[in-house]
Structures are given as C-alpha cells and as structure tokens.
C-alpha cells in the first residue's frame, strides 16, 4: 500500500470518520486514496472554514477532529483557527500537502516552512522526511493530540512521499493510560483548607467541560456551599447555567476578578487558565489572605501568571471526585450545615437575579429595532433541552449567556481567543458531531462576513444548523471598547471603520446565493413564528434579526 492510503487506514483505525478540508494540488494524491476508506472528507471553500469545522467538531465530540490544508498559502488562511485551537486545547491534527522533496530546494510555488508557520501553536509539528516514517508520525501525533492537555498538532505531508510504498500494521495508537490521578497527599492538603473555609469559590475553566467533569464540580461545589464563576472568556459551560450556585463568568481585568472575589477566603481554581485578560489593570486578582487552590491537567497553568497556595496537576475530572470525598470527610456537622446555609442563600440570590433579567428582557419586547436581551430570551423559550450553541456574537454574548437555557445536557461553544471566522465552521462540526440535536449559531454580522462560506457546505452537506444573525450593522463592540478606553474621537461620535453600511449588507441574498433559507426579522412581534419556522426547517436557515445599533462603554 502506498503512504497515503496508509495514513488514512491510520485515521479510520483511530476512529476518525470526517476529514475537514480544502484541495489542491499537493493533497491530491493523499485525497486520491480516499476513496473506499470509509473517511468522508467535508470541503470547506476557505481553510480557515474547514479547520473550524475540524475544531467545532473535535470540541464537541470530544474525539480527534483532522483537517488537510493546501500547502503554505492554505495553512496560512487556517492559522487563525489553528490559534484559536491552541487556546481552547482541542484535539486537533492538522495536515497539509507540501511539494515534491526533490523541488523544495527550488522555492516552488506554494511551498514554506509549515513547521516554523505552527511554531508556538501545536504541541508539535513535523514534516515526512520518507514514506517509512509516516505511519509513526502519524500515530505520534494523533497520540499528543488527544493526550491532556490536549492540543493541535501539525504534520507536513509531501506529495511525493504520499505515493511511495509504505509497510506497515494500518493500527491506531495504542490507547494509554493518560489521565493521572492527582497526589493523594495534595489533594488531602486541598481538601483542609476548603472544609475549613468559612466563603469558598469556585473560578471553573474550560477544562471542566473539557474533561467531562461538570457532575464532579457540581457535587464538589454543593458539598461546600461554594459559589461557581467561569474564569474570564469562558467559552464552554462548568455547570448548567440554571444551577443554584453559578454566578456567571468573570469580567476580564485583574481588578474586575480581585474585587468579585474578594469577599472569599479560599479560592479553587479548576481547568482554567489563570487568566485571560481584555484590558489591563493594575494588580492581582487575588487578595493577599486569600488562599487559592489550583487544579489542572496542564502543569504549564499552575502558577502561570499568579503564584498559587497549592498547586495540583493532574486529570481534573479525578482531581474533582477526590476533593468531594476527601472534603465530604472532612467536614464536621456544623461545616456542612454552614454549606446547606450557603447554597440556600446563593440559590435564592440567583432565582431572583434571573427573574430580574427576564423581567428587563420581556420590558424590552417592543422596542424597534429587536432588542439583543428579547431576541436571546424569545430564542431561549423555542430552543430544545439538549440544543447546542455556538457563539460569535460578540456584544450580544452577555445576552447569549443570560437567557439562553443552558441547562444539563445542552452545551455552549465559543471562540477562545476571540479570533472571528470560527463560529461559521464551527457549527458544522458541532451538526456532525452531533447530528440529532439542534444547532444554533449566535453571531454577529460583522462575524458572519468572516467566513461566511460555511453556508454553502451547510447547504451542500444538508446540515441543519439554524444561524442566528444579531444585525446592527456596525462593529458594535468595538465602538463600545473605544468608549470604554475614553478616547477621545470616541467621544466626539467618531469610529473609525465600524460602521458596515453604504451598502448594507443584504444577508439573505448572501444566505440564498448559496442555497440557505434565508429570513428577515425587523419587528419583534414577528421574531417568535420566524425564529420557529428557521430552527424547524429541515436543512439549514439564517435568519437576519435587525437589533439595536446601541452601544455603551464597557463595564
Ligand atoms: C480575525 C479577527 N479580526 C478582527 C477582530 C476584531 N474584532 C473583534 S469584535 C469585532 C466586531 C464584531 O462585530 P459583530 O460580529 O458585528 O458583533 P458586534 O460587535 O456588532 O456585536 C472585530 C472586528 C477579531 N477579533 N478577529
């Protein structure tokens, strides 16, 4: 057997079913060996498109999400998303064509370094030196890839050795034991100072739902009357948004994170990275009592940024379940009934506080143009239990977050870094990942125009992801940062390239062209029946909600 077919038996044995991708001539005779092998390749009209389809897909399925890329230019185009993936620790592998060995001397056309173009990106990178090696490449890194902390990983495949023979087993990497359990010791030490802690909190990362370990939090949390705050730019859920403790992400400054926290006296930390910051501000986010625990399945976070009481690596989902039981024995009679007291009153607290955004959502429901809190609120009541979401919609998430029901068994997808042009492809993974439930797709229409070539292979693959469009024409959150910076155009009304008029964009036309039912909503009165004909519809639907051109400074 040649290379190609080779390492796409690989692919298959490790249980990959979907290959993401864009061609061209230097994947063609990897992509001719496609045929037969069972893998289906999905093509994308731009790569970034396709290696967001890869990451939505590898999120949400929890398993290996593989893109193939068109040489230099091609990965290029994708390293937004390979960026974004590097963030949010997904399981990606990431190949691409590159040209004849016997011409790289040559400088062809196409042709770069794609090793050093991933440098810092990937967990690691590498390009076939021969044919022989492919297979052990190939293993290595599906095997890093999905090892905790997971990551993205690169492999150069040139065209050449993709039709050299090539011996080999076709086997998947051997499956190992890759979640270690934490130091019993460690987590002894943990458990003491949160029993003995009189406001515990919680700050929940991404990692929690990376690990599957949103019940073990739950419990844990409930165990000590903690409340539950999702570190700054969380962008997937730790516990379901309607749970009595969770309070919500956290604003990202170092003043905004030491002022919320600061009336705890131990903070444990679990899954997140330490932190993510939109703004500077001076200081720490801990106070200087405060003793903060750590927990994470990625040594480089413990301590990163902010030194930490106590530290512990190891897989967070058993970390979790050992921190409930060492503190369920640790606490006496009067530490739990002071928990039961604690989750009462943070329970109560929060009843009132949803009831209050609803009530401030339906107030808004006459307001023309479509207010971004009615539109996420009317969404909400029409969405299934088990929808998933995938956002990219900037000023509105706040709106996203509040009202849509993220209860357990939904689930809640975002750009890590922020990169826009990852949502639109995203959803496409998610859909296949997860071809039963509902997909929607929150995003703003400056993010729409990032990529907004994934209508054609939401089309194209009949996927049925409903993209909701929150239309106020302009780079709302931008000019809300300009605000929030007090600058001084700013001030004067001026914001320079945000406003996306002169000509507005005709979203329907766009959605149409590439075969999406497409539908306009100006009205609120109309927003309900439309956003329920476009989530029933068989295949895929846009539909284009007219809100609110408003925009204030930041908190
Ligand atoms: C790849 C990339 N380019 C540019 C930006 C900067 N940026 C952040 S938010 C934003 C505007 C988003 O506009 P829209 O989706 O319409 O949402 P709105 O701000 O109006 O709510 C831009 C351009 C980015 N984050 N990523």
């Given at each position: 057997?040649?290379?190609?077919?080779?390492?796409i038996?690989?692919?298959?044995?490790?249980?990959?079913?979907?290959?993401?991708?864009?061609?061209?001539t230097?994947e063609?005779?990897?992509?001719?060996?496609?045929?037969g092998?069972?893998l289906?390749?999905?093509v994308?009209?731009?790569?970034?498109?396709?290696?967001?389809?890869a990451?939505?897909?590898?999120?949400?399925?929890g398993?290996?999400?593989?893109?193939?890329?068109?040489?230099?230019?091609?990965?290029a185009?994708?390293?937004?998303i390979?960026?974004?993936?590097?963030?949010?620790?997904?399981?990606?592998?990431?190949t691409?064509?590159?040209?004849?060995?016997r011409?790289?001397?040559?400088?062809?056309?196409?042709?770069?370094?794609?090793?050093k173009?991933?440098?810092?990106?990937?967990?690691?990178?590498?390009?076939?030196?021969?044919?022989?090696?492919?297979?052990?490449?190939?293993?290595?890194?599906?095997?890093?890839a999905?090892?905790?902390p997971?990551?993205?990983v690169?492999?150069?495949l040139?065209?050449?050795l993709?039709?050299?023979?090539c011996?080999?087993?076709?086997g998947?990497?051997?499956?190992?034991?890759v979640?270690?359990?934490?130091e019993?010791?460690?987590?002894?030490?943990?458990a003491?100072?949160l029993?003995?802690?009189?406001?515990?909190?919680?700050?929940?990362?991404?990692?929690?739902a990376?690990?599957?370990?949103?019940?073990?939090l739950?419990?844990?949390?409930e165990l000590?009357?903690?409340?539950v705050?999702?570190?700054?730019?969380h962008?997937?859920?730790?516990?379901?948004?309607?749970?009595?403790?969770?309070?919500?992400?956290l604003?990202?400054?170092?003043?905004?994170?030491?002022?919320a926290l600061?009336r705890?006296?131990v903070?444990?930390?679990?899954?997140a990275?330490?932190f993510?910051?939109?703004?500077?501000?001076?200081?720490?986010?801990?106070g200087?009592?405060?003793?903060?625990?750590?927990?994470?399945?990625d040594?480089?976070?413990?301590g990163?940024?902010?030194?930490?009481?106590?530290?512990?690596?190891?897989s967070?989902?058993a970390a979790?379940?050992?921190?409930?039981?060492?503190?369920?024995?640790q606490?006496d009679?009067?530490?739990?009934?002071a928990?039961?007291e604690?989750?009462?009153?943070?329970?109560?607290?929060?009843?009132a506080h949803a009831?209050?955004?609803?009530?401030?959502?339906d107030?808004?429901?006459?307001?023309v143009?479509?207010?971004?809190?009615?539109l996420m609120?009317?969404?909400?009541?029409?969405?299934?239990?088990?929808?998933?979401?995938?956002?990219?919609?900037?000023s509105?998430l706040?709106?996203?977050?509040?009202?849509?029901p993220?209860?357990a068994?939904?689930?809640?997808?975002?750009?890590?870094?922020?990169?826009?042009g990852?949502?639109?492809?995203?959803?496409?993974?998610?859909?296949?990942?997860?071809p039963?439930?509902?997909?929607v797709?929150t995003?703003g229409?400056?993010?729409?125009?990032y990529?907004?070539?994934?209508?054609?292979?939401?089309?194209?693959?009949?996927?049925?992801?409903?993209y909701?469009?929150?239309?106020?024409?302009?780079?709302?959150i931008?000019?809300?940062?300009m605000?929030?910076?007090?600058?001084p155009a700013?001030?004067?009304?001026?914001?320079?390239?945000?406003?996306?008029?002169?000509?507005?964009?005709?979203?329907?036309?766009?959605?149409?062209?590439?075969?999406v039912?497409?539908?306009?909503v100006?009205?609120?009165?109309?927003?309900?029946?439309?956003?329920?004909?476009?989530?029933?519809?068989?295949?895929?639907?846009?539909?284009?909600?007219?809100?609110?051109?408003?925009f204030?400074?930041?908190?």
């Open positions: 057997m040649q290379a190609a077919g080779r390492l038996e690989i692919l298959r044995a490790a249980g990959v079913d979907y290959l993401f991708g864009n061609p061209g230097t063609l005779p990897f992509l001719d060996a496609l045929d092998s069972g289906r390749y999905v994308a009209l731009q790569e970034a498109t396709a290696a967001a389809a990451d939505g897909y590898a999120q949400a399925s398993r290996l999400g593989v893109v193939n890329l068109h040489v230099a230019p091609g990965l185009n994708a390293l937004s390979v960026h974004n993936a590097s963030r949010a620790k997904t399981p990606l592998l990431v691409a064509g590159q040209q004849d060995t011409l790289l001397l040559d400088q062809p056309i196409l042709a770069g370094d794609m090793v173009m991933t440098d810092g990106l990937t967990k690691w990178s590498y390009e076939l030196r021969n044919a022989a090696e492919a297979p052990a490449a190939l293993r290595r890194a599906i095997q890093l999905l090892t905790p997971t990551g993205p690169f492999l150069s040139p065209m050449d993709m039709t050299e023979p011996d080999d087993s076709g998947a990497p051997e499956p190992g034991a979640r270690p359990a934490p019993a010791e460690a987590i002894a030490r943990a003491s100072l029993a003995g802690a009189t406001a515990p909190v919680i700050v929940a990362g991404d990692g929690v990376r690990a599957g370990a949103q019940a073990e739950a419990t844990l949390a000590l009357g903690a409340a705050h999702g570190e700054p730019i962008r997937r859920l730790s516990v379901s948004g309607d749970h009595p403790l969770w309070r919500g992400g604003y990202p400054t170092a003043t905004a994170v030491a002022k600061e705890f006296d903070v444990l930390i679990v899954g990275n330490v993510t910051w939109l703004f500077h501000a001076p200081g720490s986010p801990f200087a009592s405060q003793r903060v625990v750590q927990v994470d399945d040594a480089r976070e413990i990163r940024s902010y030194p930490v009481t106590l530290g512990i690596v190891g967070v989902r979790l379940s050992a921190l409930a039981r060492a503190v369920g024995e606490q009679d009067a530490a739990r009934a928990a039961r604690r989750v009462a009153t943070l329970g109560r607290a929060r009843e009831r209050r955004l609803a009530a401030a959502a107030a808004a429901g006459d307001r143009p479509i207010a971004p809190e009615f609120r009317t969404l909400a009541t029409l969405l299934p239990p088990d929808a998933l979401v995938v956002d990219e919609s900037a509105s706040p709106h996203v977050l509040r009202h849509l993220f209860r068994g939904s689930d809640f997808f975002g750009s890590k870094t922020g990169t826009l990852w949502a639109m492809g995203a959803a496409l993974g998610v859909q296949l990942a997860h039963r439930r509902k997909v797709a995003i229409d400056g993010s729409v125009m990529a907004p070539q994934a209508l054609w292979t939401a089309a194209h693959e009949q996927l049925p992801v409903t909701v469009v929150a239309n106020n024409a302009s780079y709302a931008l000019k809300s940062g605000l929030t910076f007090g600058l700013a001030k004067r009304g001026v914001f320079p390239g945000m406003d996306l008029v002169d000509p507005e964009i005709d979203y329907l036309a766009l959605a149409r062209s590439m075969g039912l497409a539908v306009r100006d009205k609120p009165g109309a927003l309900r029946d439309v956003l329920a004909r476009a989530l029933a519809h068989a295949g895929p639907a846009l539909v284009d909600v007219a809100i609110d051109r408003g204030e400074a930041m908190r």
